[in-house]
């Protein structure tokens, strides 16, 4: 018989999301009575509880609980999430998301070849709404220059990586290097694939393990995200500073080397110049892949949205990751 399977998702207000999410779990090739579904809310003050009842009224068939997440914290809510869970596997989604029919049935497939301790694919990175604001973001958070060599966002080949988004897992992992750090609001994931590794694990990226993703909506939404980001990444490396990729230093850098010509170029105005030399040169390389970007989708939105999305992520990011060396990061 085939494994019991516990999907686990946090969740908070998304009553946009969550019923696309549900049908998308119905729809899996999985069998229904080896899997069950576990959502933990964050106390949501929308219609995301109604509708999750109306679902299970409609779909008696797919065992769906509900938890309370009084932390409203993603990583507590996952802990929540897989300590209310029963199943010999867990998969863990997000309620942003809309996983293939088959990405339960690969994940327990890769597991059961013991190809990874965690494994995990790629997002399908799709508009959070309508217009060219939220499509040039979209575009964006799949983009090399916007993410560097996080492959779970562009990878066609199955590879070992250093983390993936979301993963299945056996429970026994859980209880082996224990649940996800309550202490990290963001990066929560890559802590996990961490420990994972030092333990003497494997984390696998298969692209036929496919899912979904909805990007932000705004760009204030999407600085508000990789701030976040940036914050929680620089307590996550002082834990573990033996997983900083290259990538992860750019931001920063990059920052703050805009904001010391800043200040110098008043008391050194060679500054100015070496300052506007630095971001002509930088946004030239993104209007370049706007203009690209718009060729090949043969729209107009990439060559104003692209620049605009990337740059919001690179400055919030590694404002954020500055800050957090500064001045710390606190639980919210």
């Known amino acids: 018989m085939l494994p019991t399977v516990s999907l686990i998702i946090p969740c908070y207000n998304e009553e946009k999301r969550i019923r696309s999410l549900l049908d998308a779990l119905l729809a899996q090739t999985y069998p229904w009575g080896q899997m069950d579904v576990t959502i933990a809310d964050g ?3 929308d219609r995301t509880r109604e509708l999750i009842a109306d679902f ?20 507590a809510a996952v802990n929540r999430a897989i300590e209310t869970s029963t199943g010999e596997f867990i998969v ?25 301790e965690n494994v995990g694919g790629v997002w399908e990175i799709q508009p ?3 217009g060219w604001v939220a499509a040039a973001i979209a575009i964006a958070a799949a983009h090399p220059l916007g993410v ?15 983390t993936v988004p979301f993963g299945a897992f056996r429970r026994s992992l ?11 609001l963001t990066n929560e994931d890559y802590e996990f694939n961490a420990r994972i590794r030092q333990s003497g694990g494997r984390v696998w990226l298969n692209p036929q393990i496919r899912s979904v993703y909805f990007a932000r909506a705004t760009l204030g939404a999407l600085a508000r995200q990789y ?15 033996a997983t900083v990729r290259w990538r992860q230093a750019l931001p920063p850098l990059f920052v703050l080397s805009v904001l010391a010509s800043l200040l110098l170029g008043f008391f050194f105005p060679v500054f100015w110049g070496l300052l506007a030399l630095e971001l002509g040169l ?7 892949a706007g203009i690209k970007k718009a060729i090949h989708l043969k729209q107009i939105f990439p060559l104003p949205g692209l620049p605009l999305a990337i740059a919001t992520m690179h400055f919030a990011w590694g404002s954020g990751f500055l800050w957090s060396i500064l001045f710390g990061a606190k639980q919210k």
């Open 282 to 288: 930088y946004f030239g390389i993104l209007f370049f």
């Open 227 to 241: 701030w976040r980001y940036g914050l929680w990444k620089w307590q996550m490396l002082r834990r573990y500073p």
């Open 128 to 130: 959070g709404a309508e």
């Open 43 to 45: 106390l949501s003050q």
């Open 174 to 184: 859980v209880e082996k290097i224990g649940g996800f750090d309550e202490s990290l």
């Open 148 to 162: 560097g060599d996080a492959l779970y966002r562009h990878a066609r080949e199955a590879a070992y990586v250093d």
């Open 56 to 75: 299970q009224r409609e779909h008696p068939q797919l065992a769906i609980r509900v938890v309370d997440n009084n932390a409203k914290t993603i990583p």
């Open 92 to 116: 863990r989604l997000d309620a942003h998301s809309a996983p293939h029919p088959q990405y339960v049935e690969k994940s327990v497939e890769a597991l059961l070849a013991d190809t990874a």
